[in-house]
């Protein structure tokens, strides 16, 4: 398994560990450096310093037929926890995860990032959820915080978020400042990707993408073991590919791009601008008409999956990626979605990169929370030289 151009080192090693064995389950050292492909020092060293800390623990020794002994390692997995936070256009929502990651509660509240004291909102929900992991005695790595903009990956400050109105904040460092634990900040996509890289199917994999389709699009890049970000943090704005030469403004203050026409917001808008919805109406109730058999609630479905096949197929030729996870509020209705999506795939994407393999995962309400948690976990493989 590769972990980014080099070998890991430093933390990227414990990170790497845990992630590993809590995939896995128990393993000896020698097949951890083997499966890592890092020498045995390594691991020796590493897993020295995360057994005197109480993150690991040696199970009984397994004695095989031939050879030597071998002692597995095993995570434990109340040893440290870590706290998820996302924050979206309309809410927050928190989880508490053990360092193997299971989610041990969640929570989440309304949220108005317009609102003046937004900031000051935000960390007493955060302090209200220390405290809590404080009262149930679960010792606090420290929190994630995901959120939709550019996320310089060093500092954790927000450069950009169209959709919180946030520019130019060091929200890391603010609530570091205020809360007195290590806080990580990550853009959601990059936190999910992540997320798959430590913890999800797609864990073995050196080179895959990540495609969100909600009410924005986005994409997270993990290339040749280690997730890609671009200068300063701006890799994978995938929704704000052009493909109209004069279509509708976009949040971003272009025209014509991927988003206005295939996020979930631009369905519904469609929707209603054809008056299949109601002006109050959201991508759920257009849903349910193409299930209902309207053809032109299935028509918005198939012209949206059309351009994102399209606009992947672009994507996927020039990355050479094999694999492609697709998540979002969208995948709940992918059925109306995947046939015009396949089509337009297959007649684009390159000879060489079809067996290219696409994976819809279902929808989990909590998948950004969760993988902010795994920014803590993860760190600094999640949030590279952030230093909580
Ligand atoms: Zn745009």
Redesign the pocket.
């Known amino acids: 398994m590769r972990w980014g151009a080099g070998s890991v080192s430093g933390d990227g090693t414990r990170t790497a560990v845990l992630a590993l064995l809590a995939r896995r389950g128990p393993l000896s050292r020698a097949q951890i450096a083997e499966i890592l492909g890092l020498s045995p020092a390594t691991v020796t060293s590493s897993t020295r310093r995360l057994l005197a800390v109480g993150m690991l623990a040696e199970q009984e020794p397994r004695v095989p037929a031939a050879g030597r002994p071998s002692i597995p390692l095993r995570l434990v997995p109340r040893s440290a926890h870590a706290i998820g936070v996302q924050v979206a256009l309309d809410h927050v929502a928190t989880v508490l995860t053990r360092l193997d990651g299971v989610v041990v509660d969640g929570a989440s509240w309304p949220f108005d990032p317009a609102a003046p004291e937004a900031v000051e909102r935000l960390t007493e929900l955060i302090r209200g959820r220390i405290a809590e992991a404080a009262r149930q005695r679960r010792p606090l790595l420290g929190v994630g915080v995901a959120v939709p903009g550019v996320v310089e990956p060093e500092t954790g400050t927000l450069r950009m978020s169209v959709r919180l109105g946030w520019n130019g904040m060091p929200l890391a460092a603010r609530l570091r400042a205020a809360l007195g634990v290590p806080v990580f900040v990550d853009n959601d996509i990059s936190a999910v990707t992540v997320a798959e890289r430590l913890y999800g199917p797609s864990a073995e994999c050196a080179d895959f993408l990540v495609v969100a389709i909600g009410q924005g699009i986005g994409a997270g890049l993990v290339l040749d073991g280690a997730p890609y970000r671009g200068a300063a943090g701006a890799a994978g704005e995938f929704?704000?590919l052009p493909i109209l030469a004069d279509g509708p403004e976009?949040?971003?203050?272009?025209r014509g791009?991927l988003?206005?026409q295939a996020s979930t917001e631009a369905l519904a808008r469609q929707g209603r601008e054809a008056g299949l919805i109601g002006p109050d109406a959201g991508v759920g109730e257009l849903g349910a008409l193409a299930v209902a058999g309207d053809e032109r609630a299935r028509e918005l479905f198939a012209d949206a999956g059309a351009l994102l096949g399209r606009a992947l197929a672009g994507v996927v030729n020039i990355l050479g990626t094999s694999t492609v996870v697709v998540v979002g509020e969208i995948t709940p209705l992918w059925d109306h979605v995947r046939a015009a999506f396949d089509a337009a795939l297959a007649a684009h994407l390159l000879p060489c990169v079809r067996e290219t393999r696409i994976e819809v995962r279902p929808w989990e309400e909590r998948l950004i929370a969760v993988a902010a948690a795994g920014i803590a976990l993860g760190a600094p493989l999640a949030a590279p030289r952030q230093r909580g």
């Open positions: 929704g704000h976009c949040v971003c203050g272009n791009c988003e206005t």
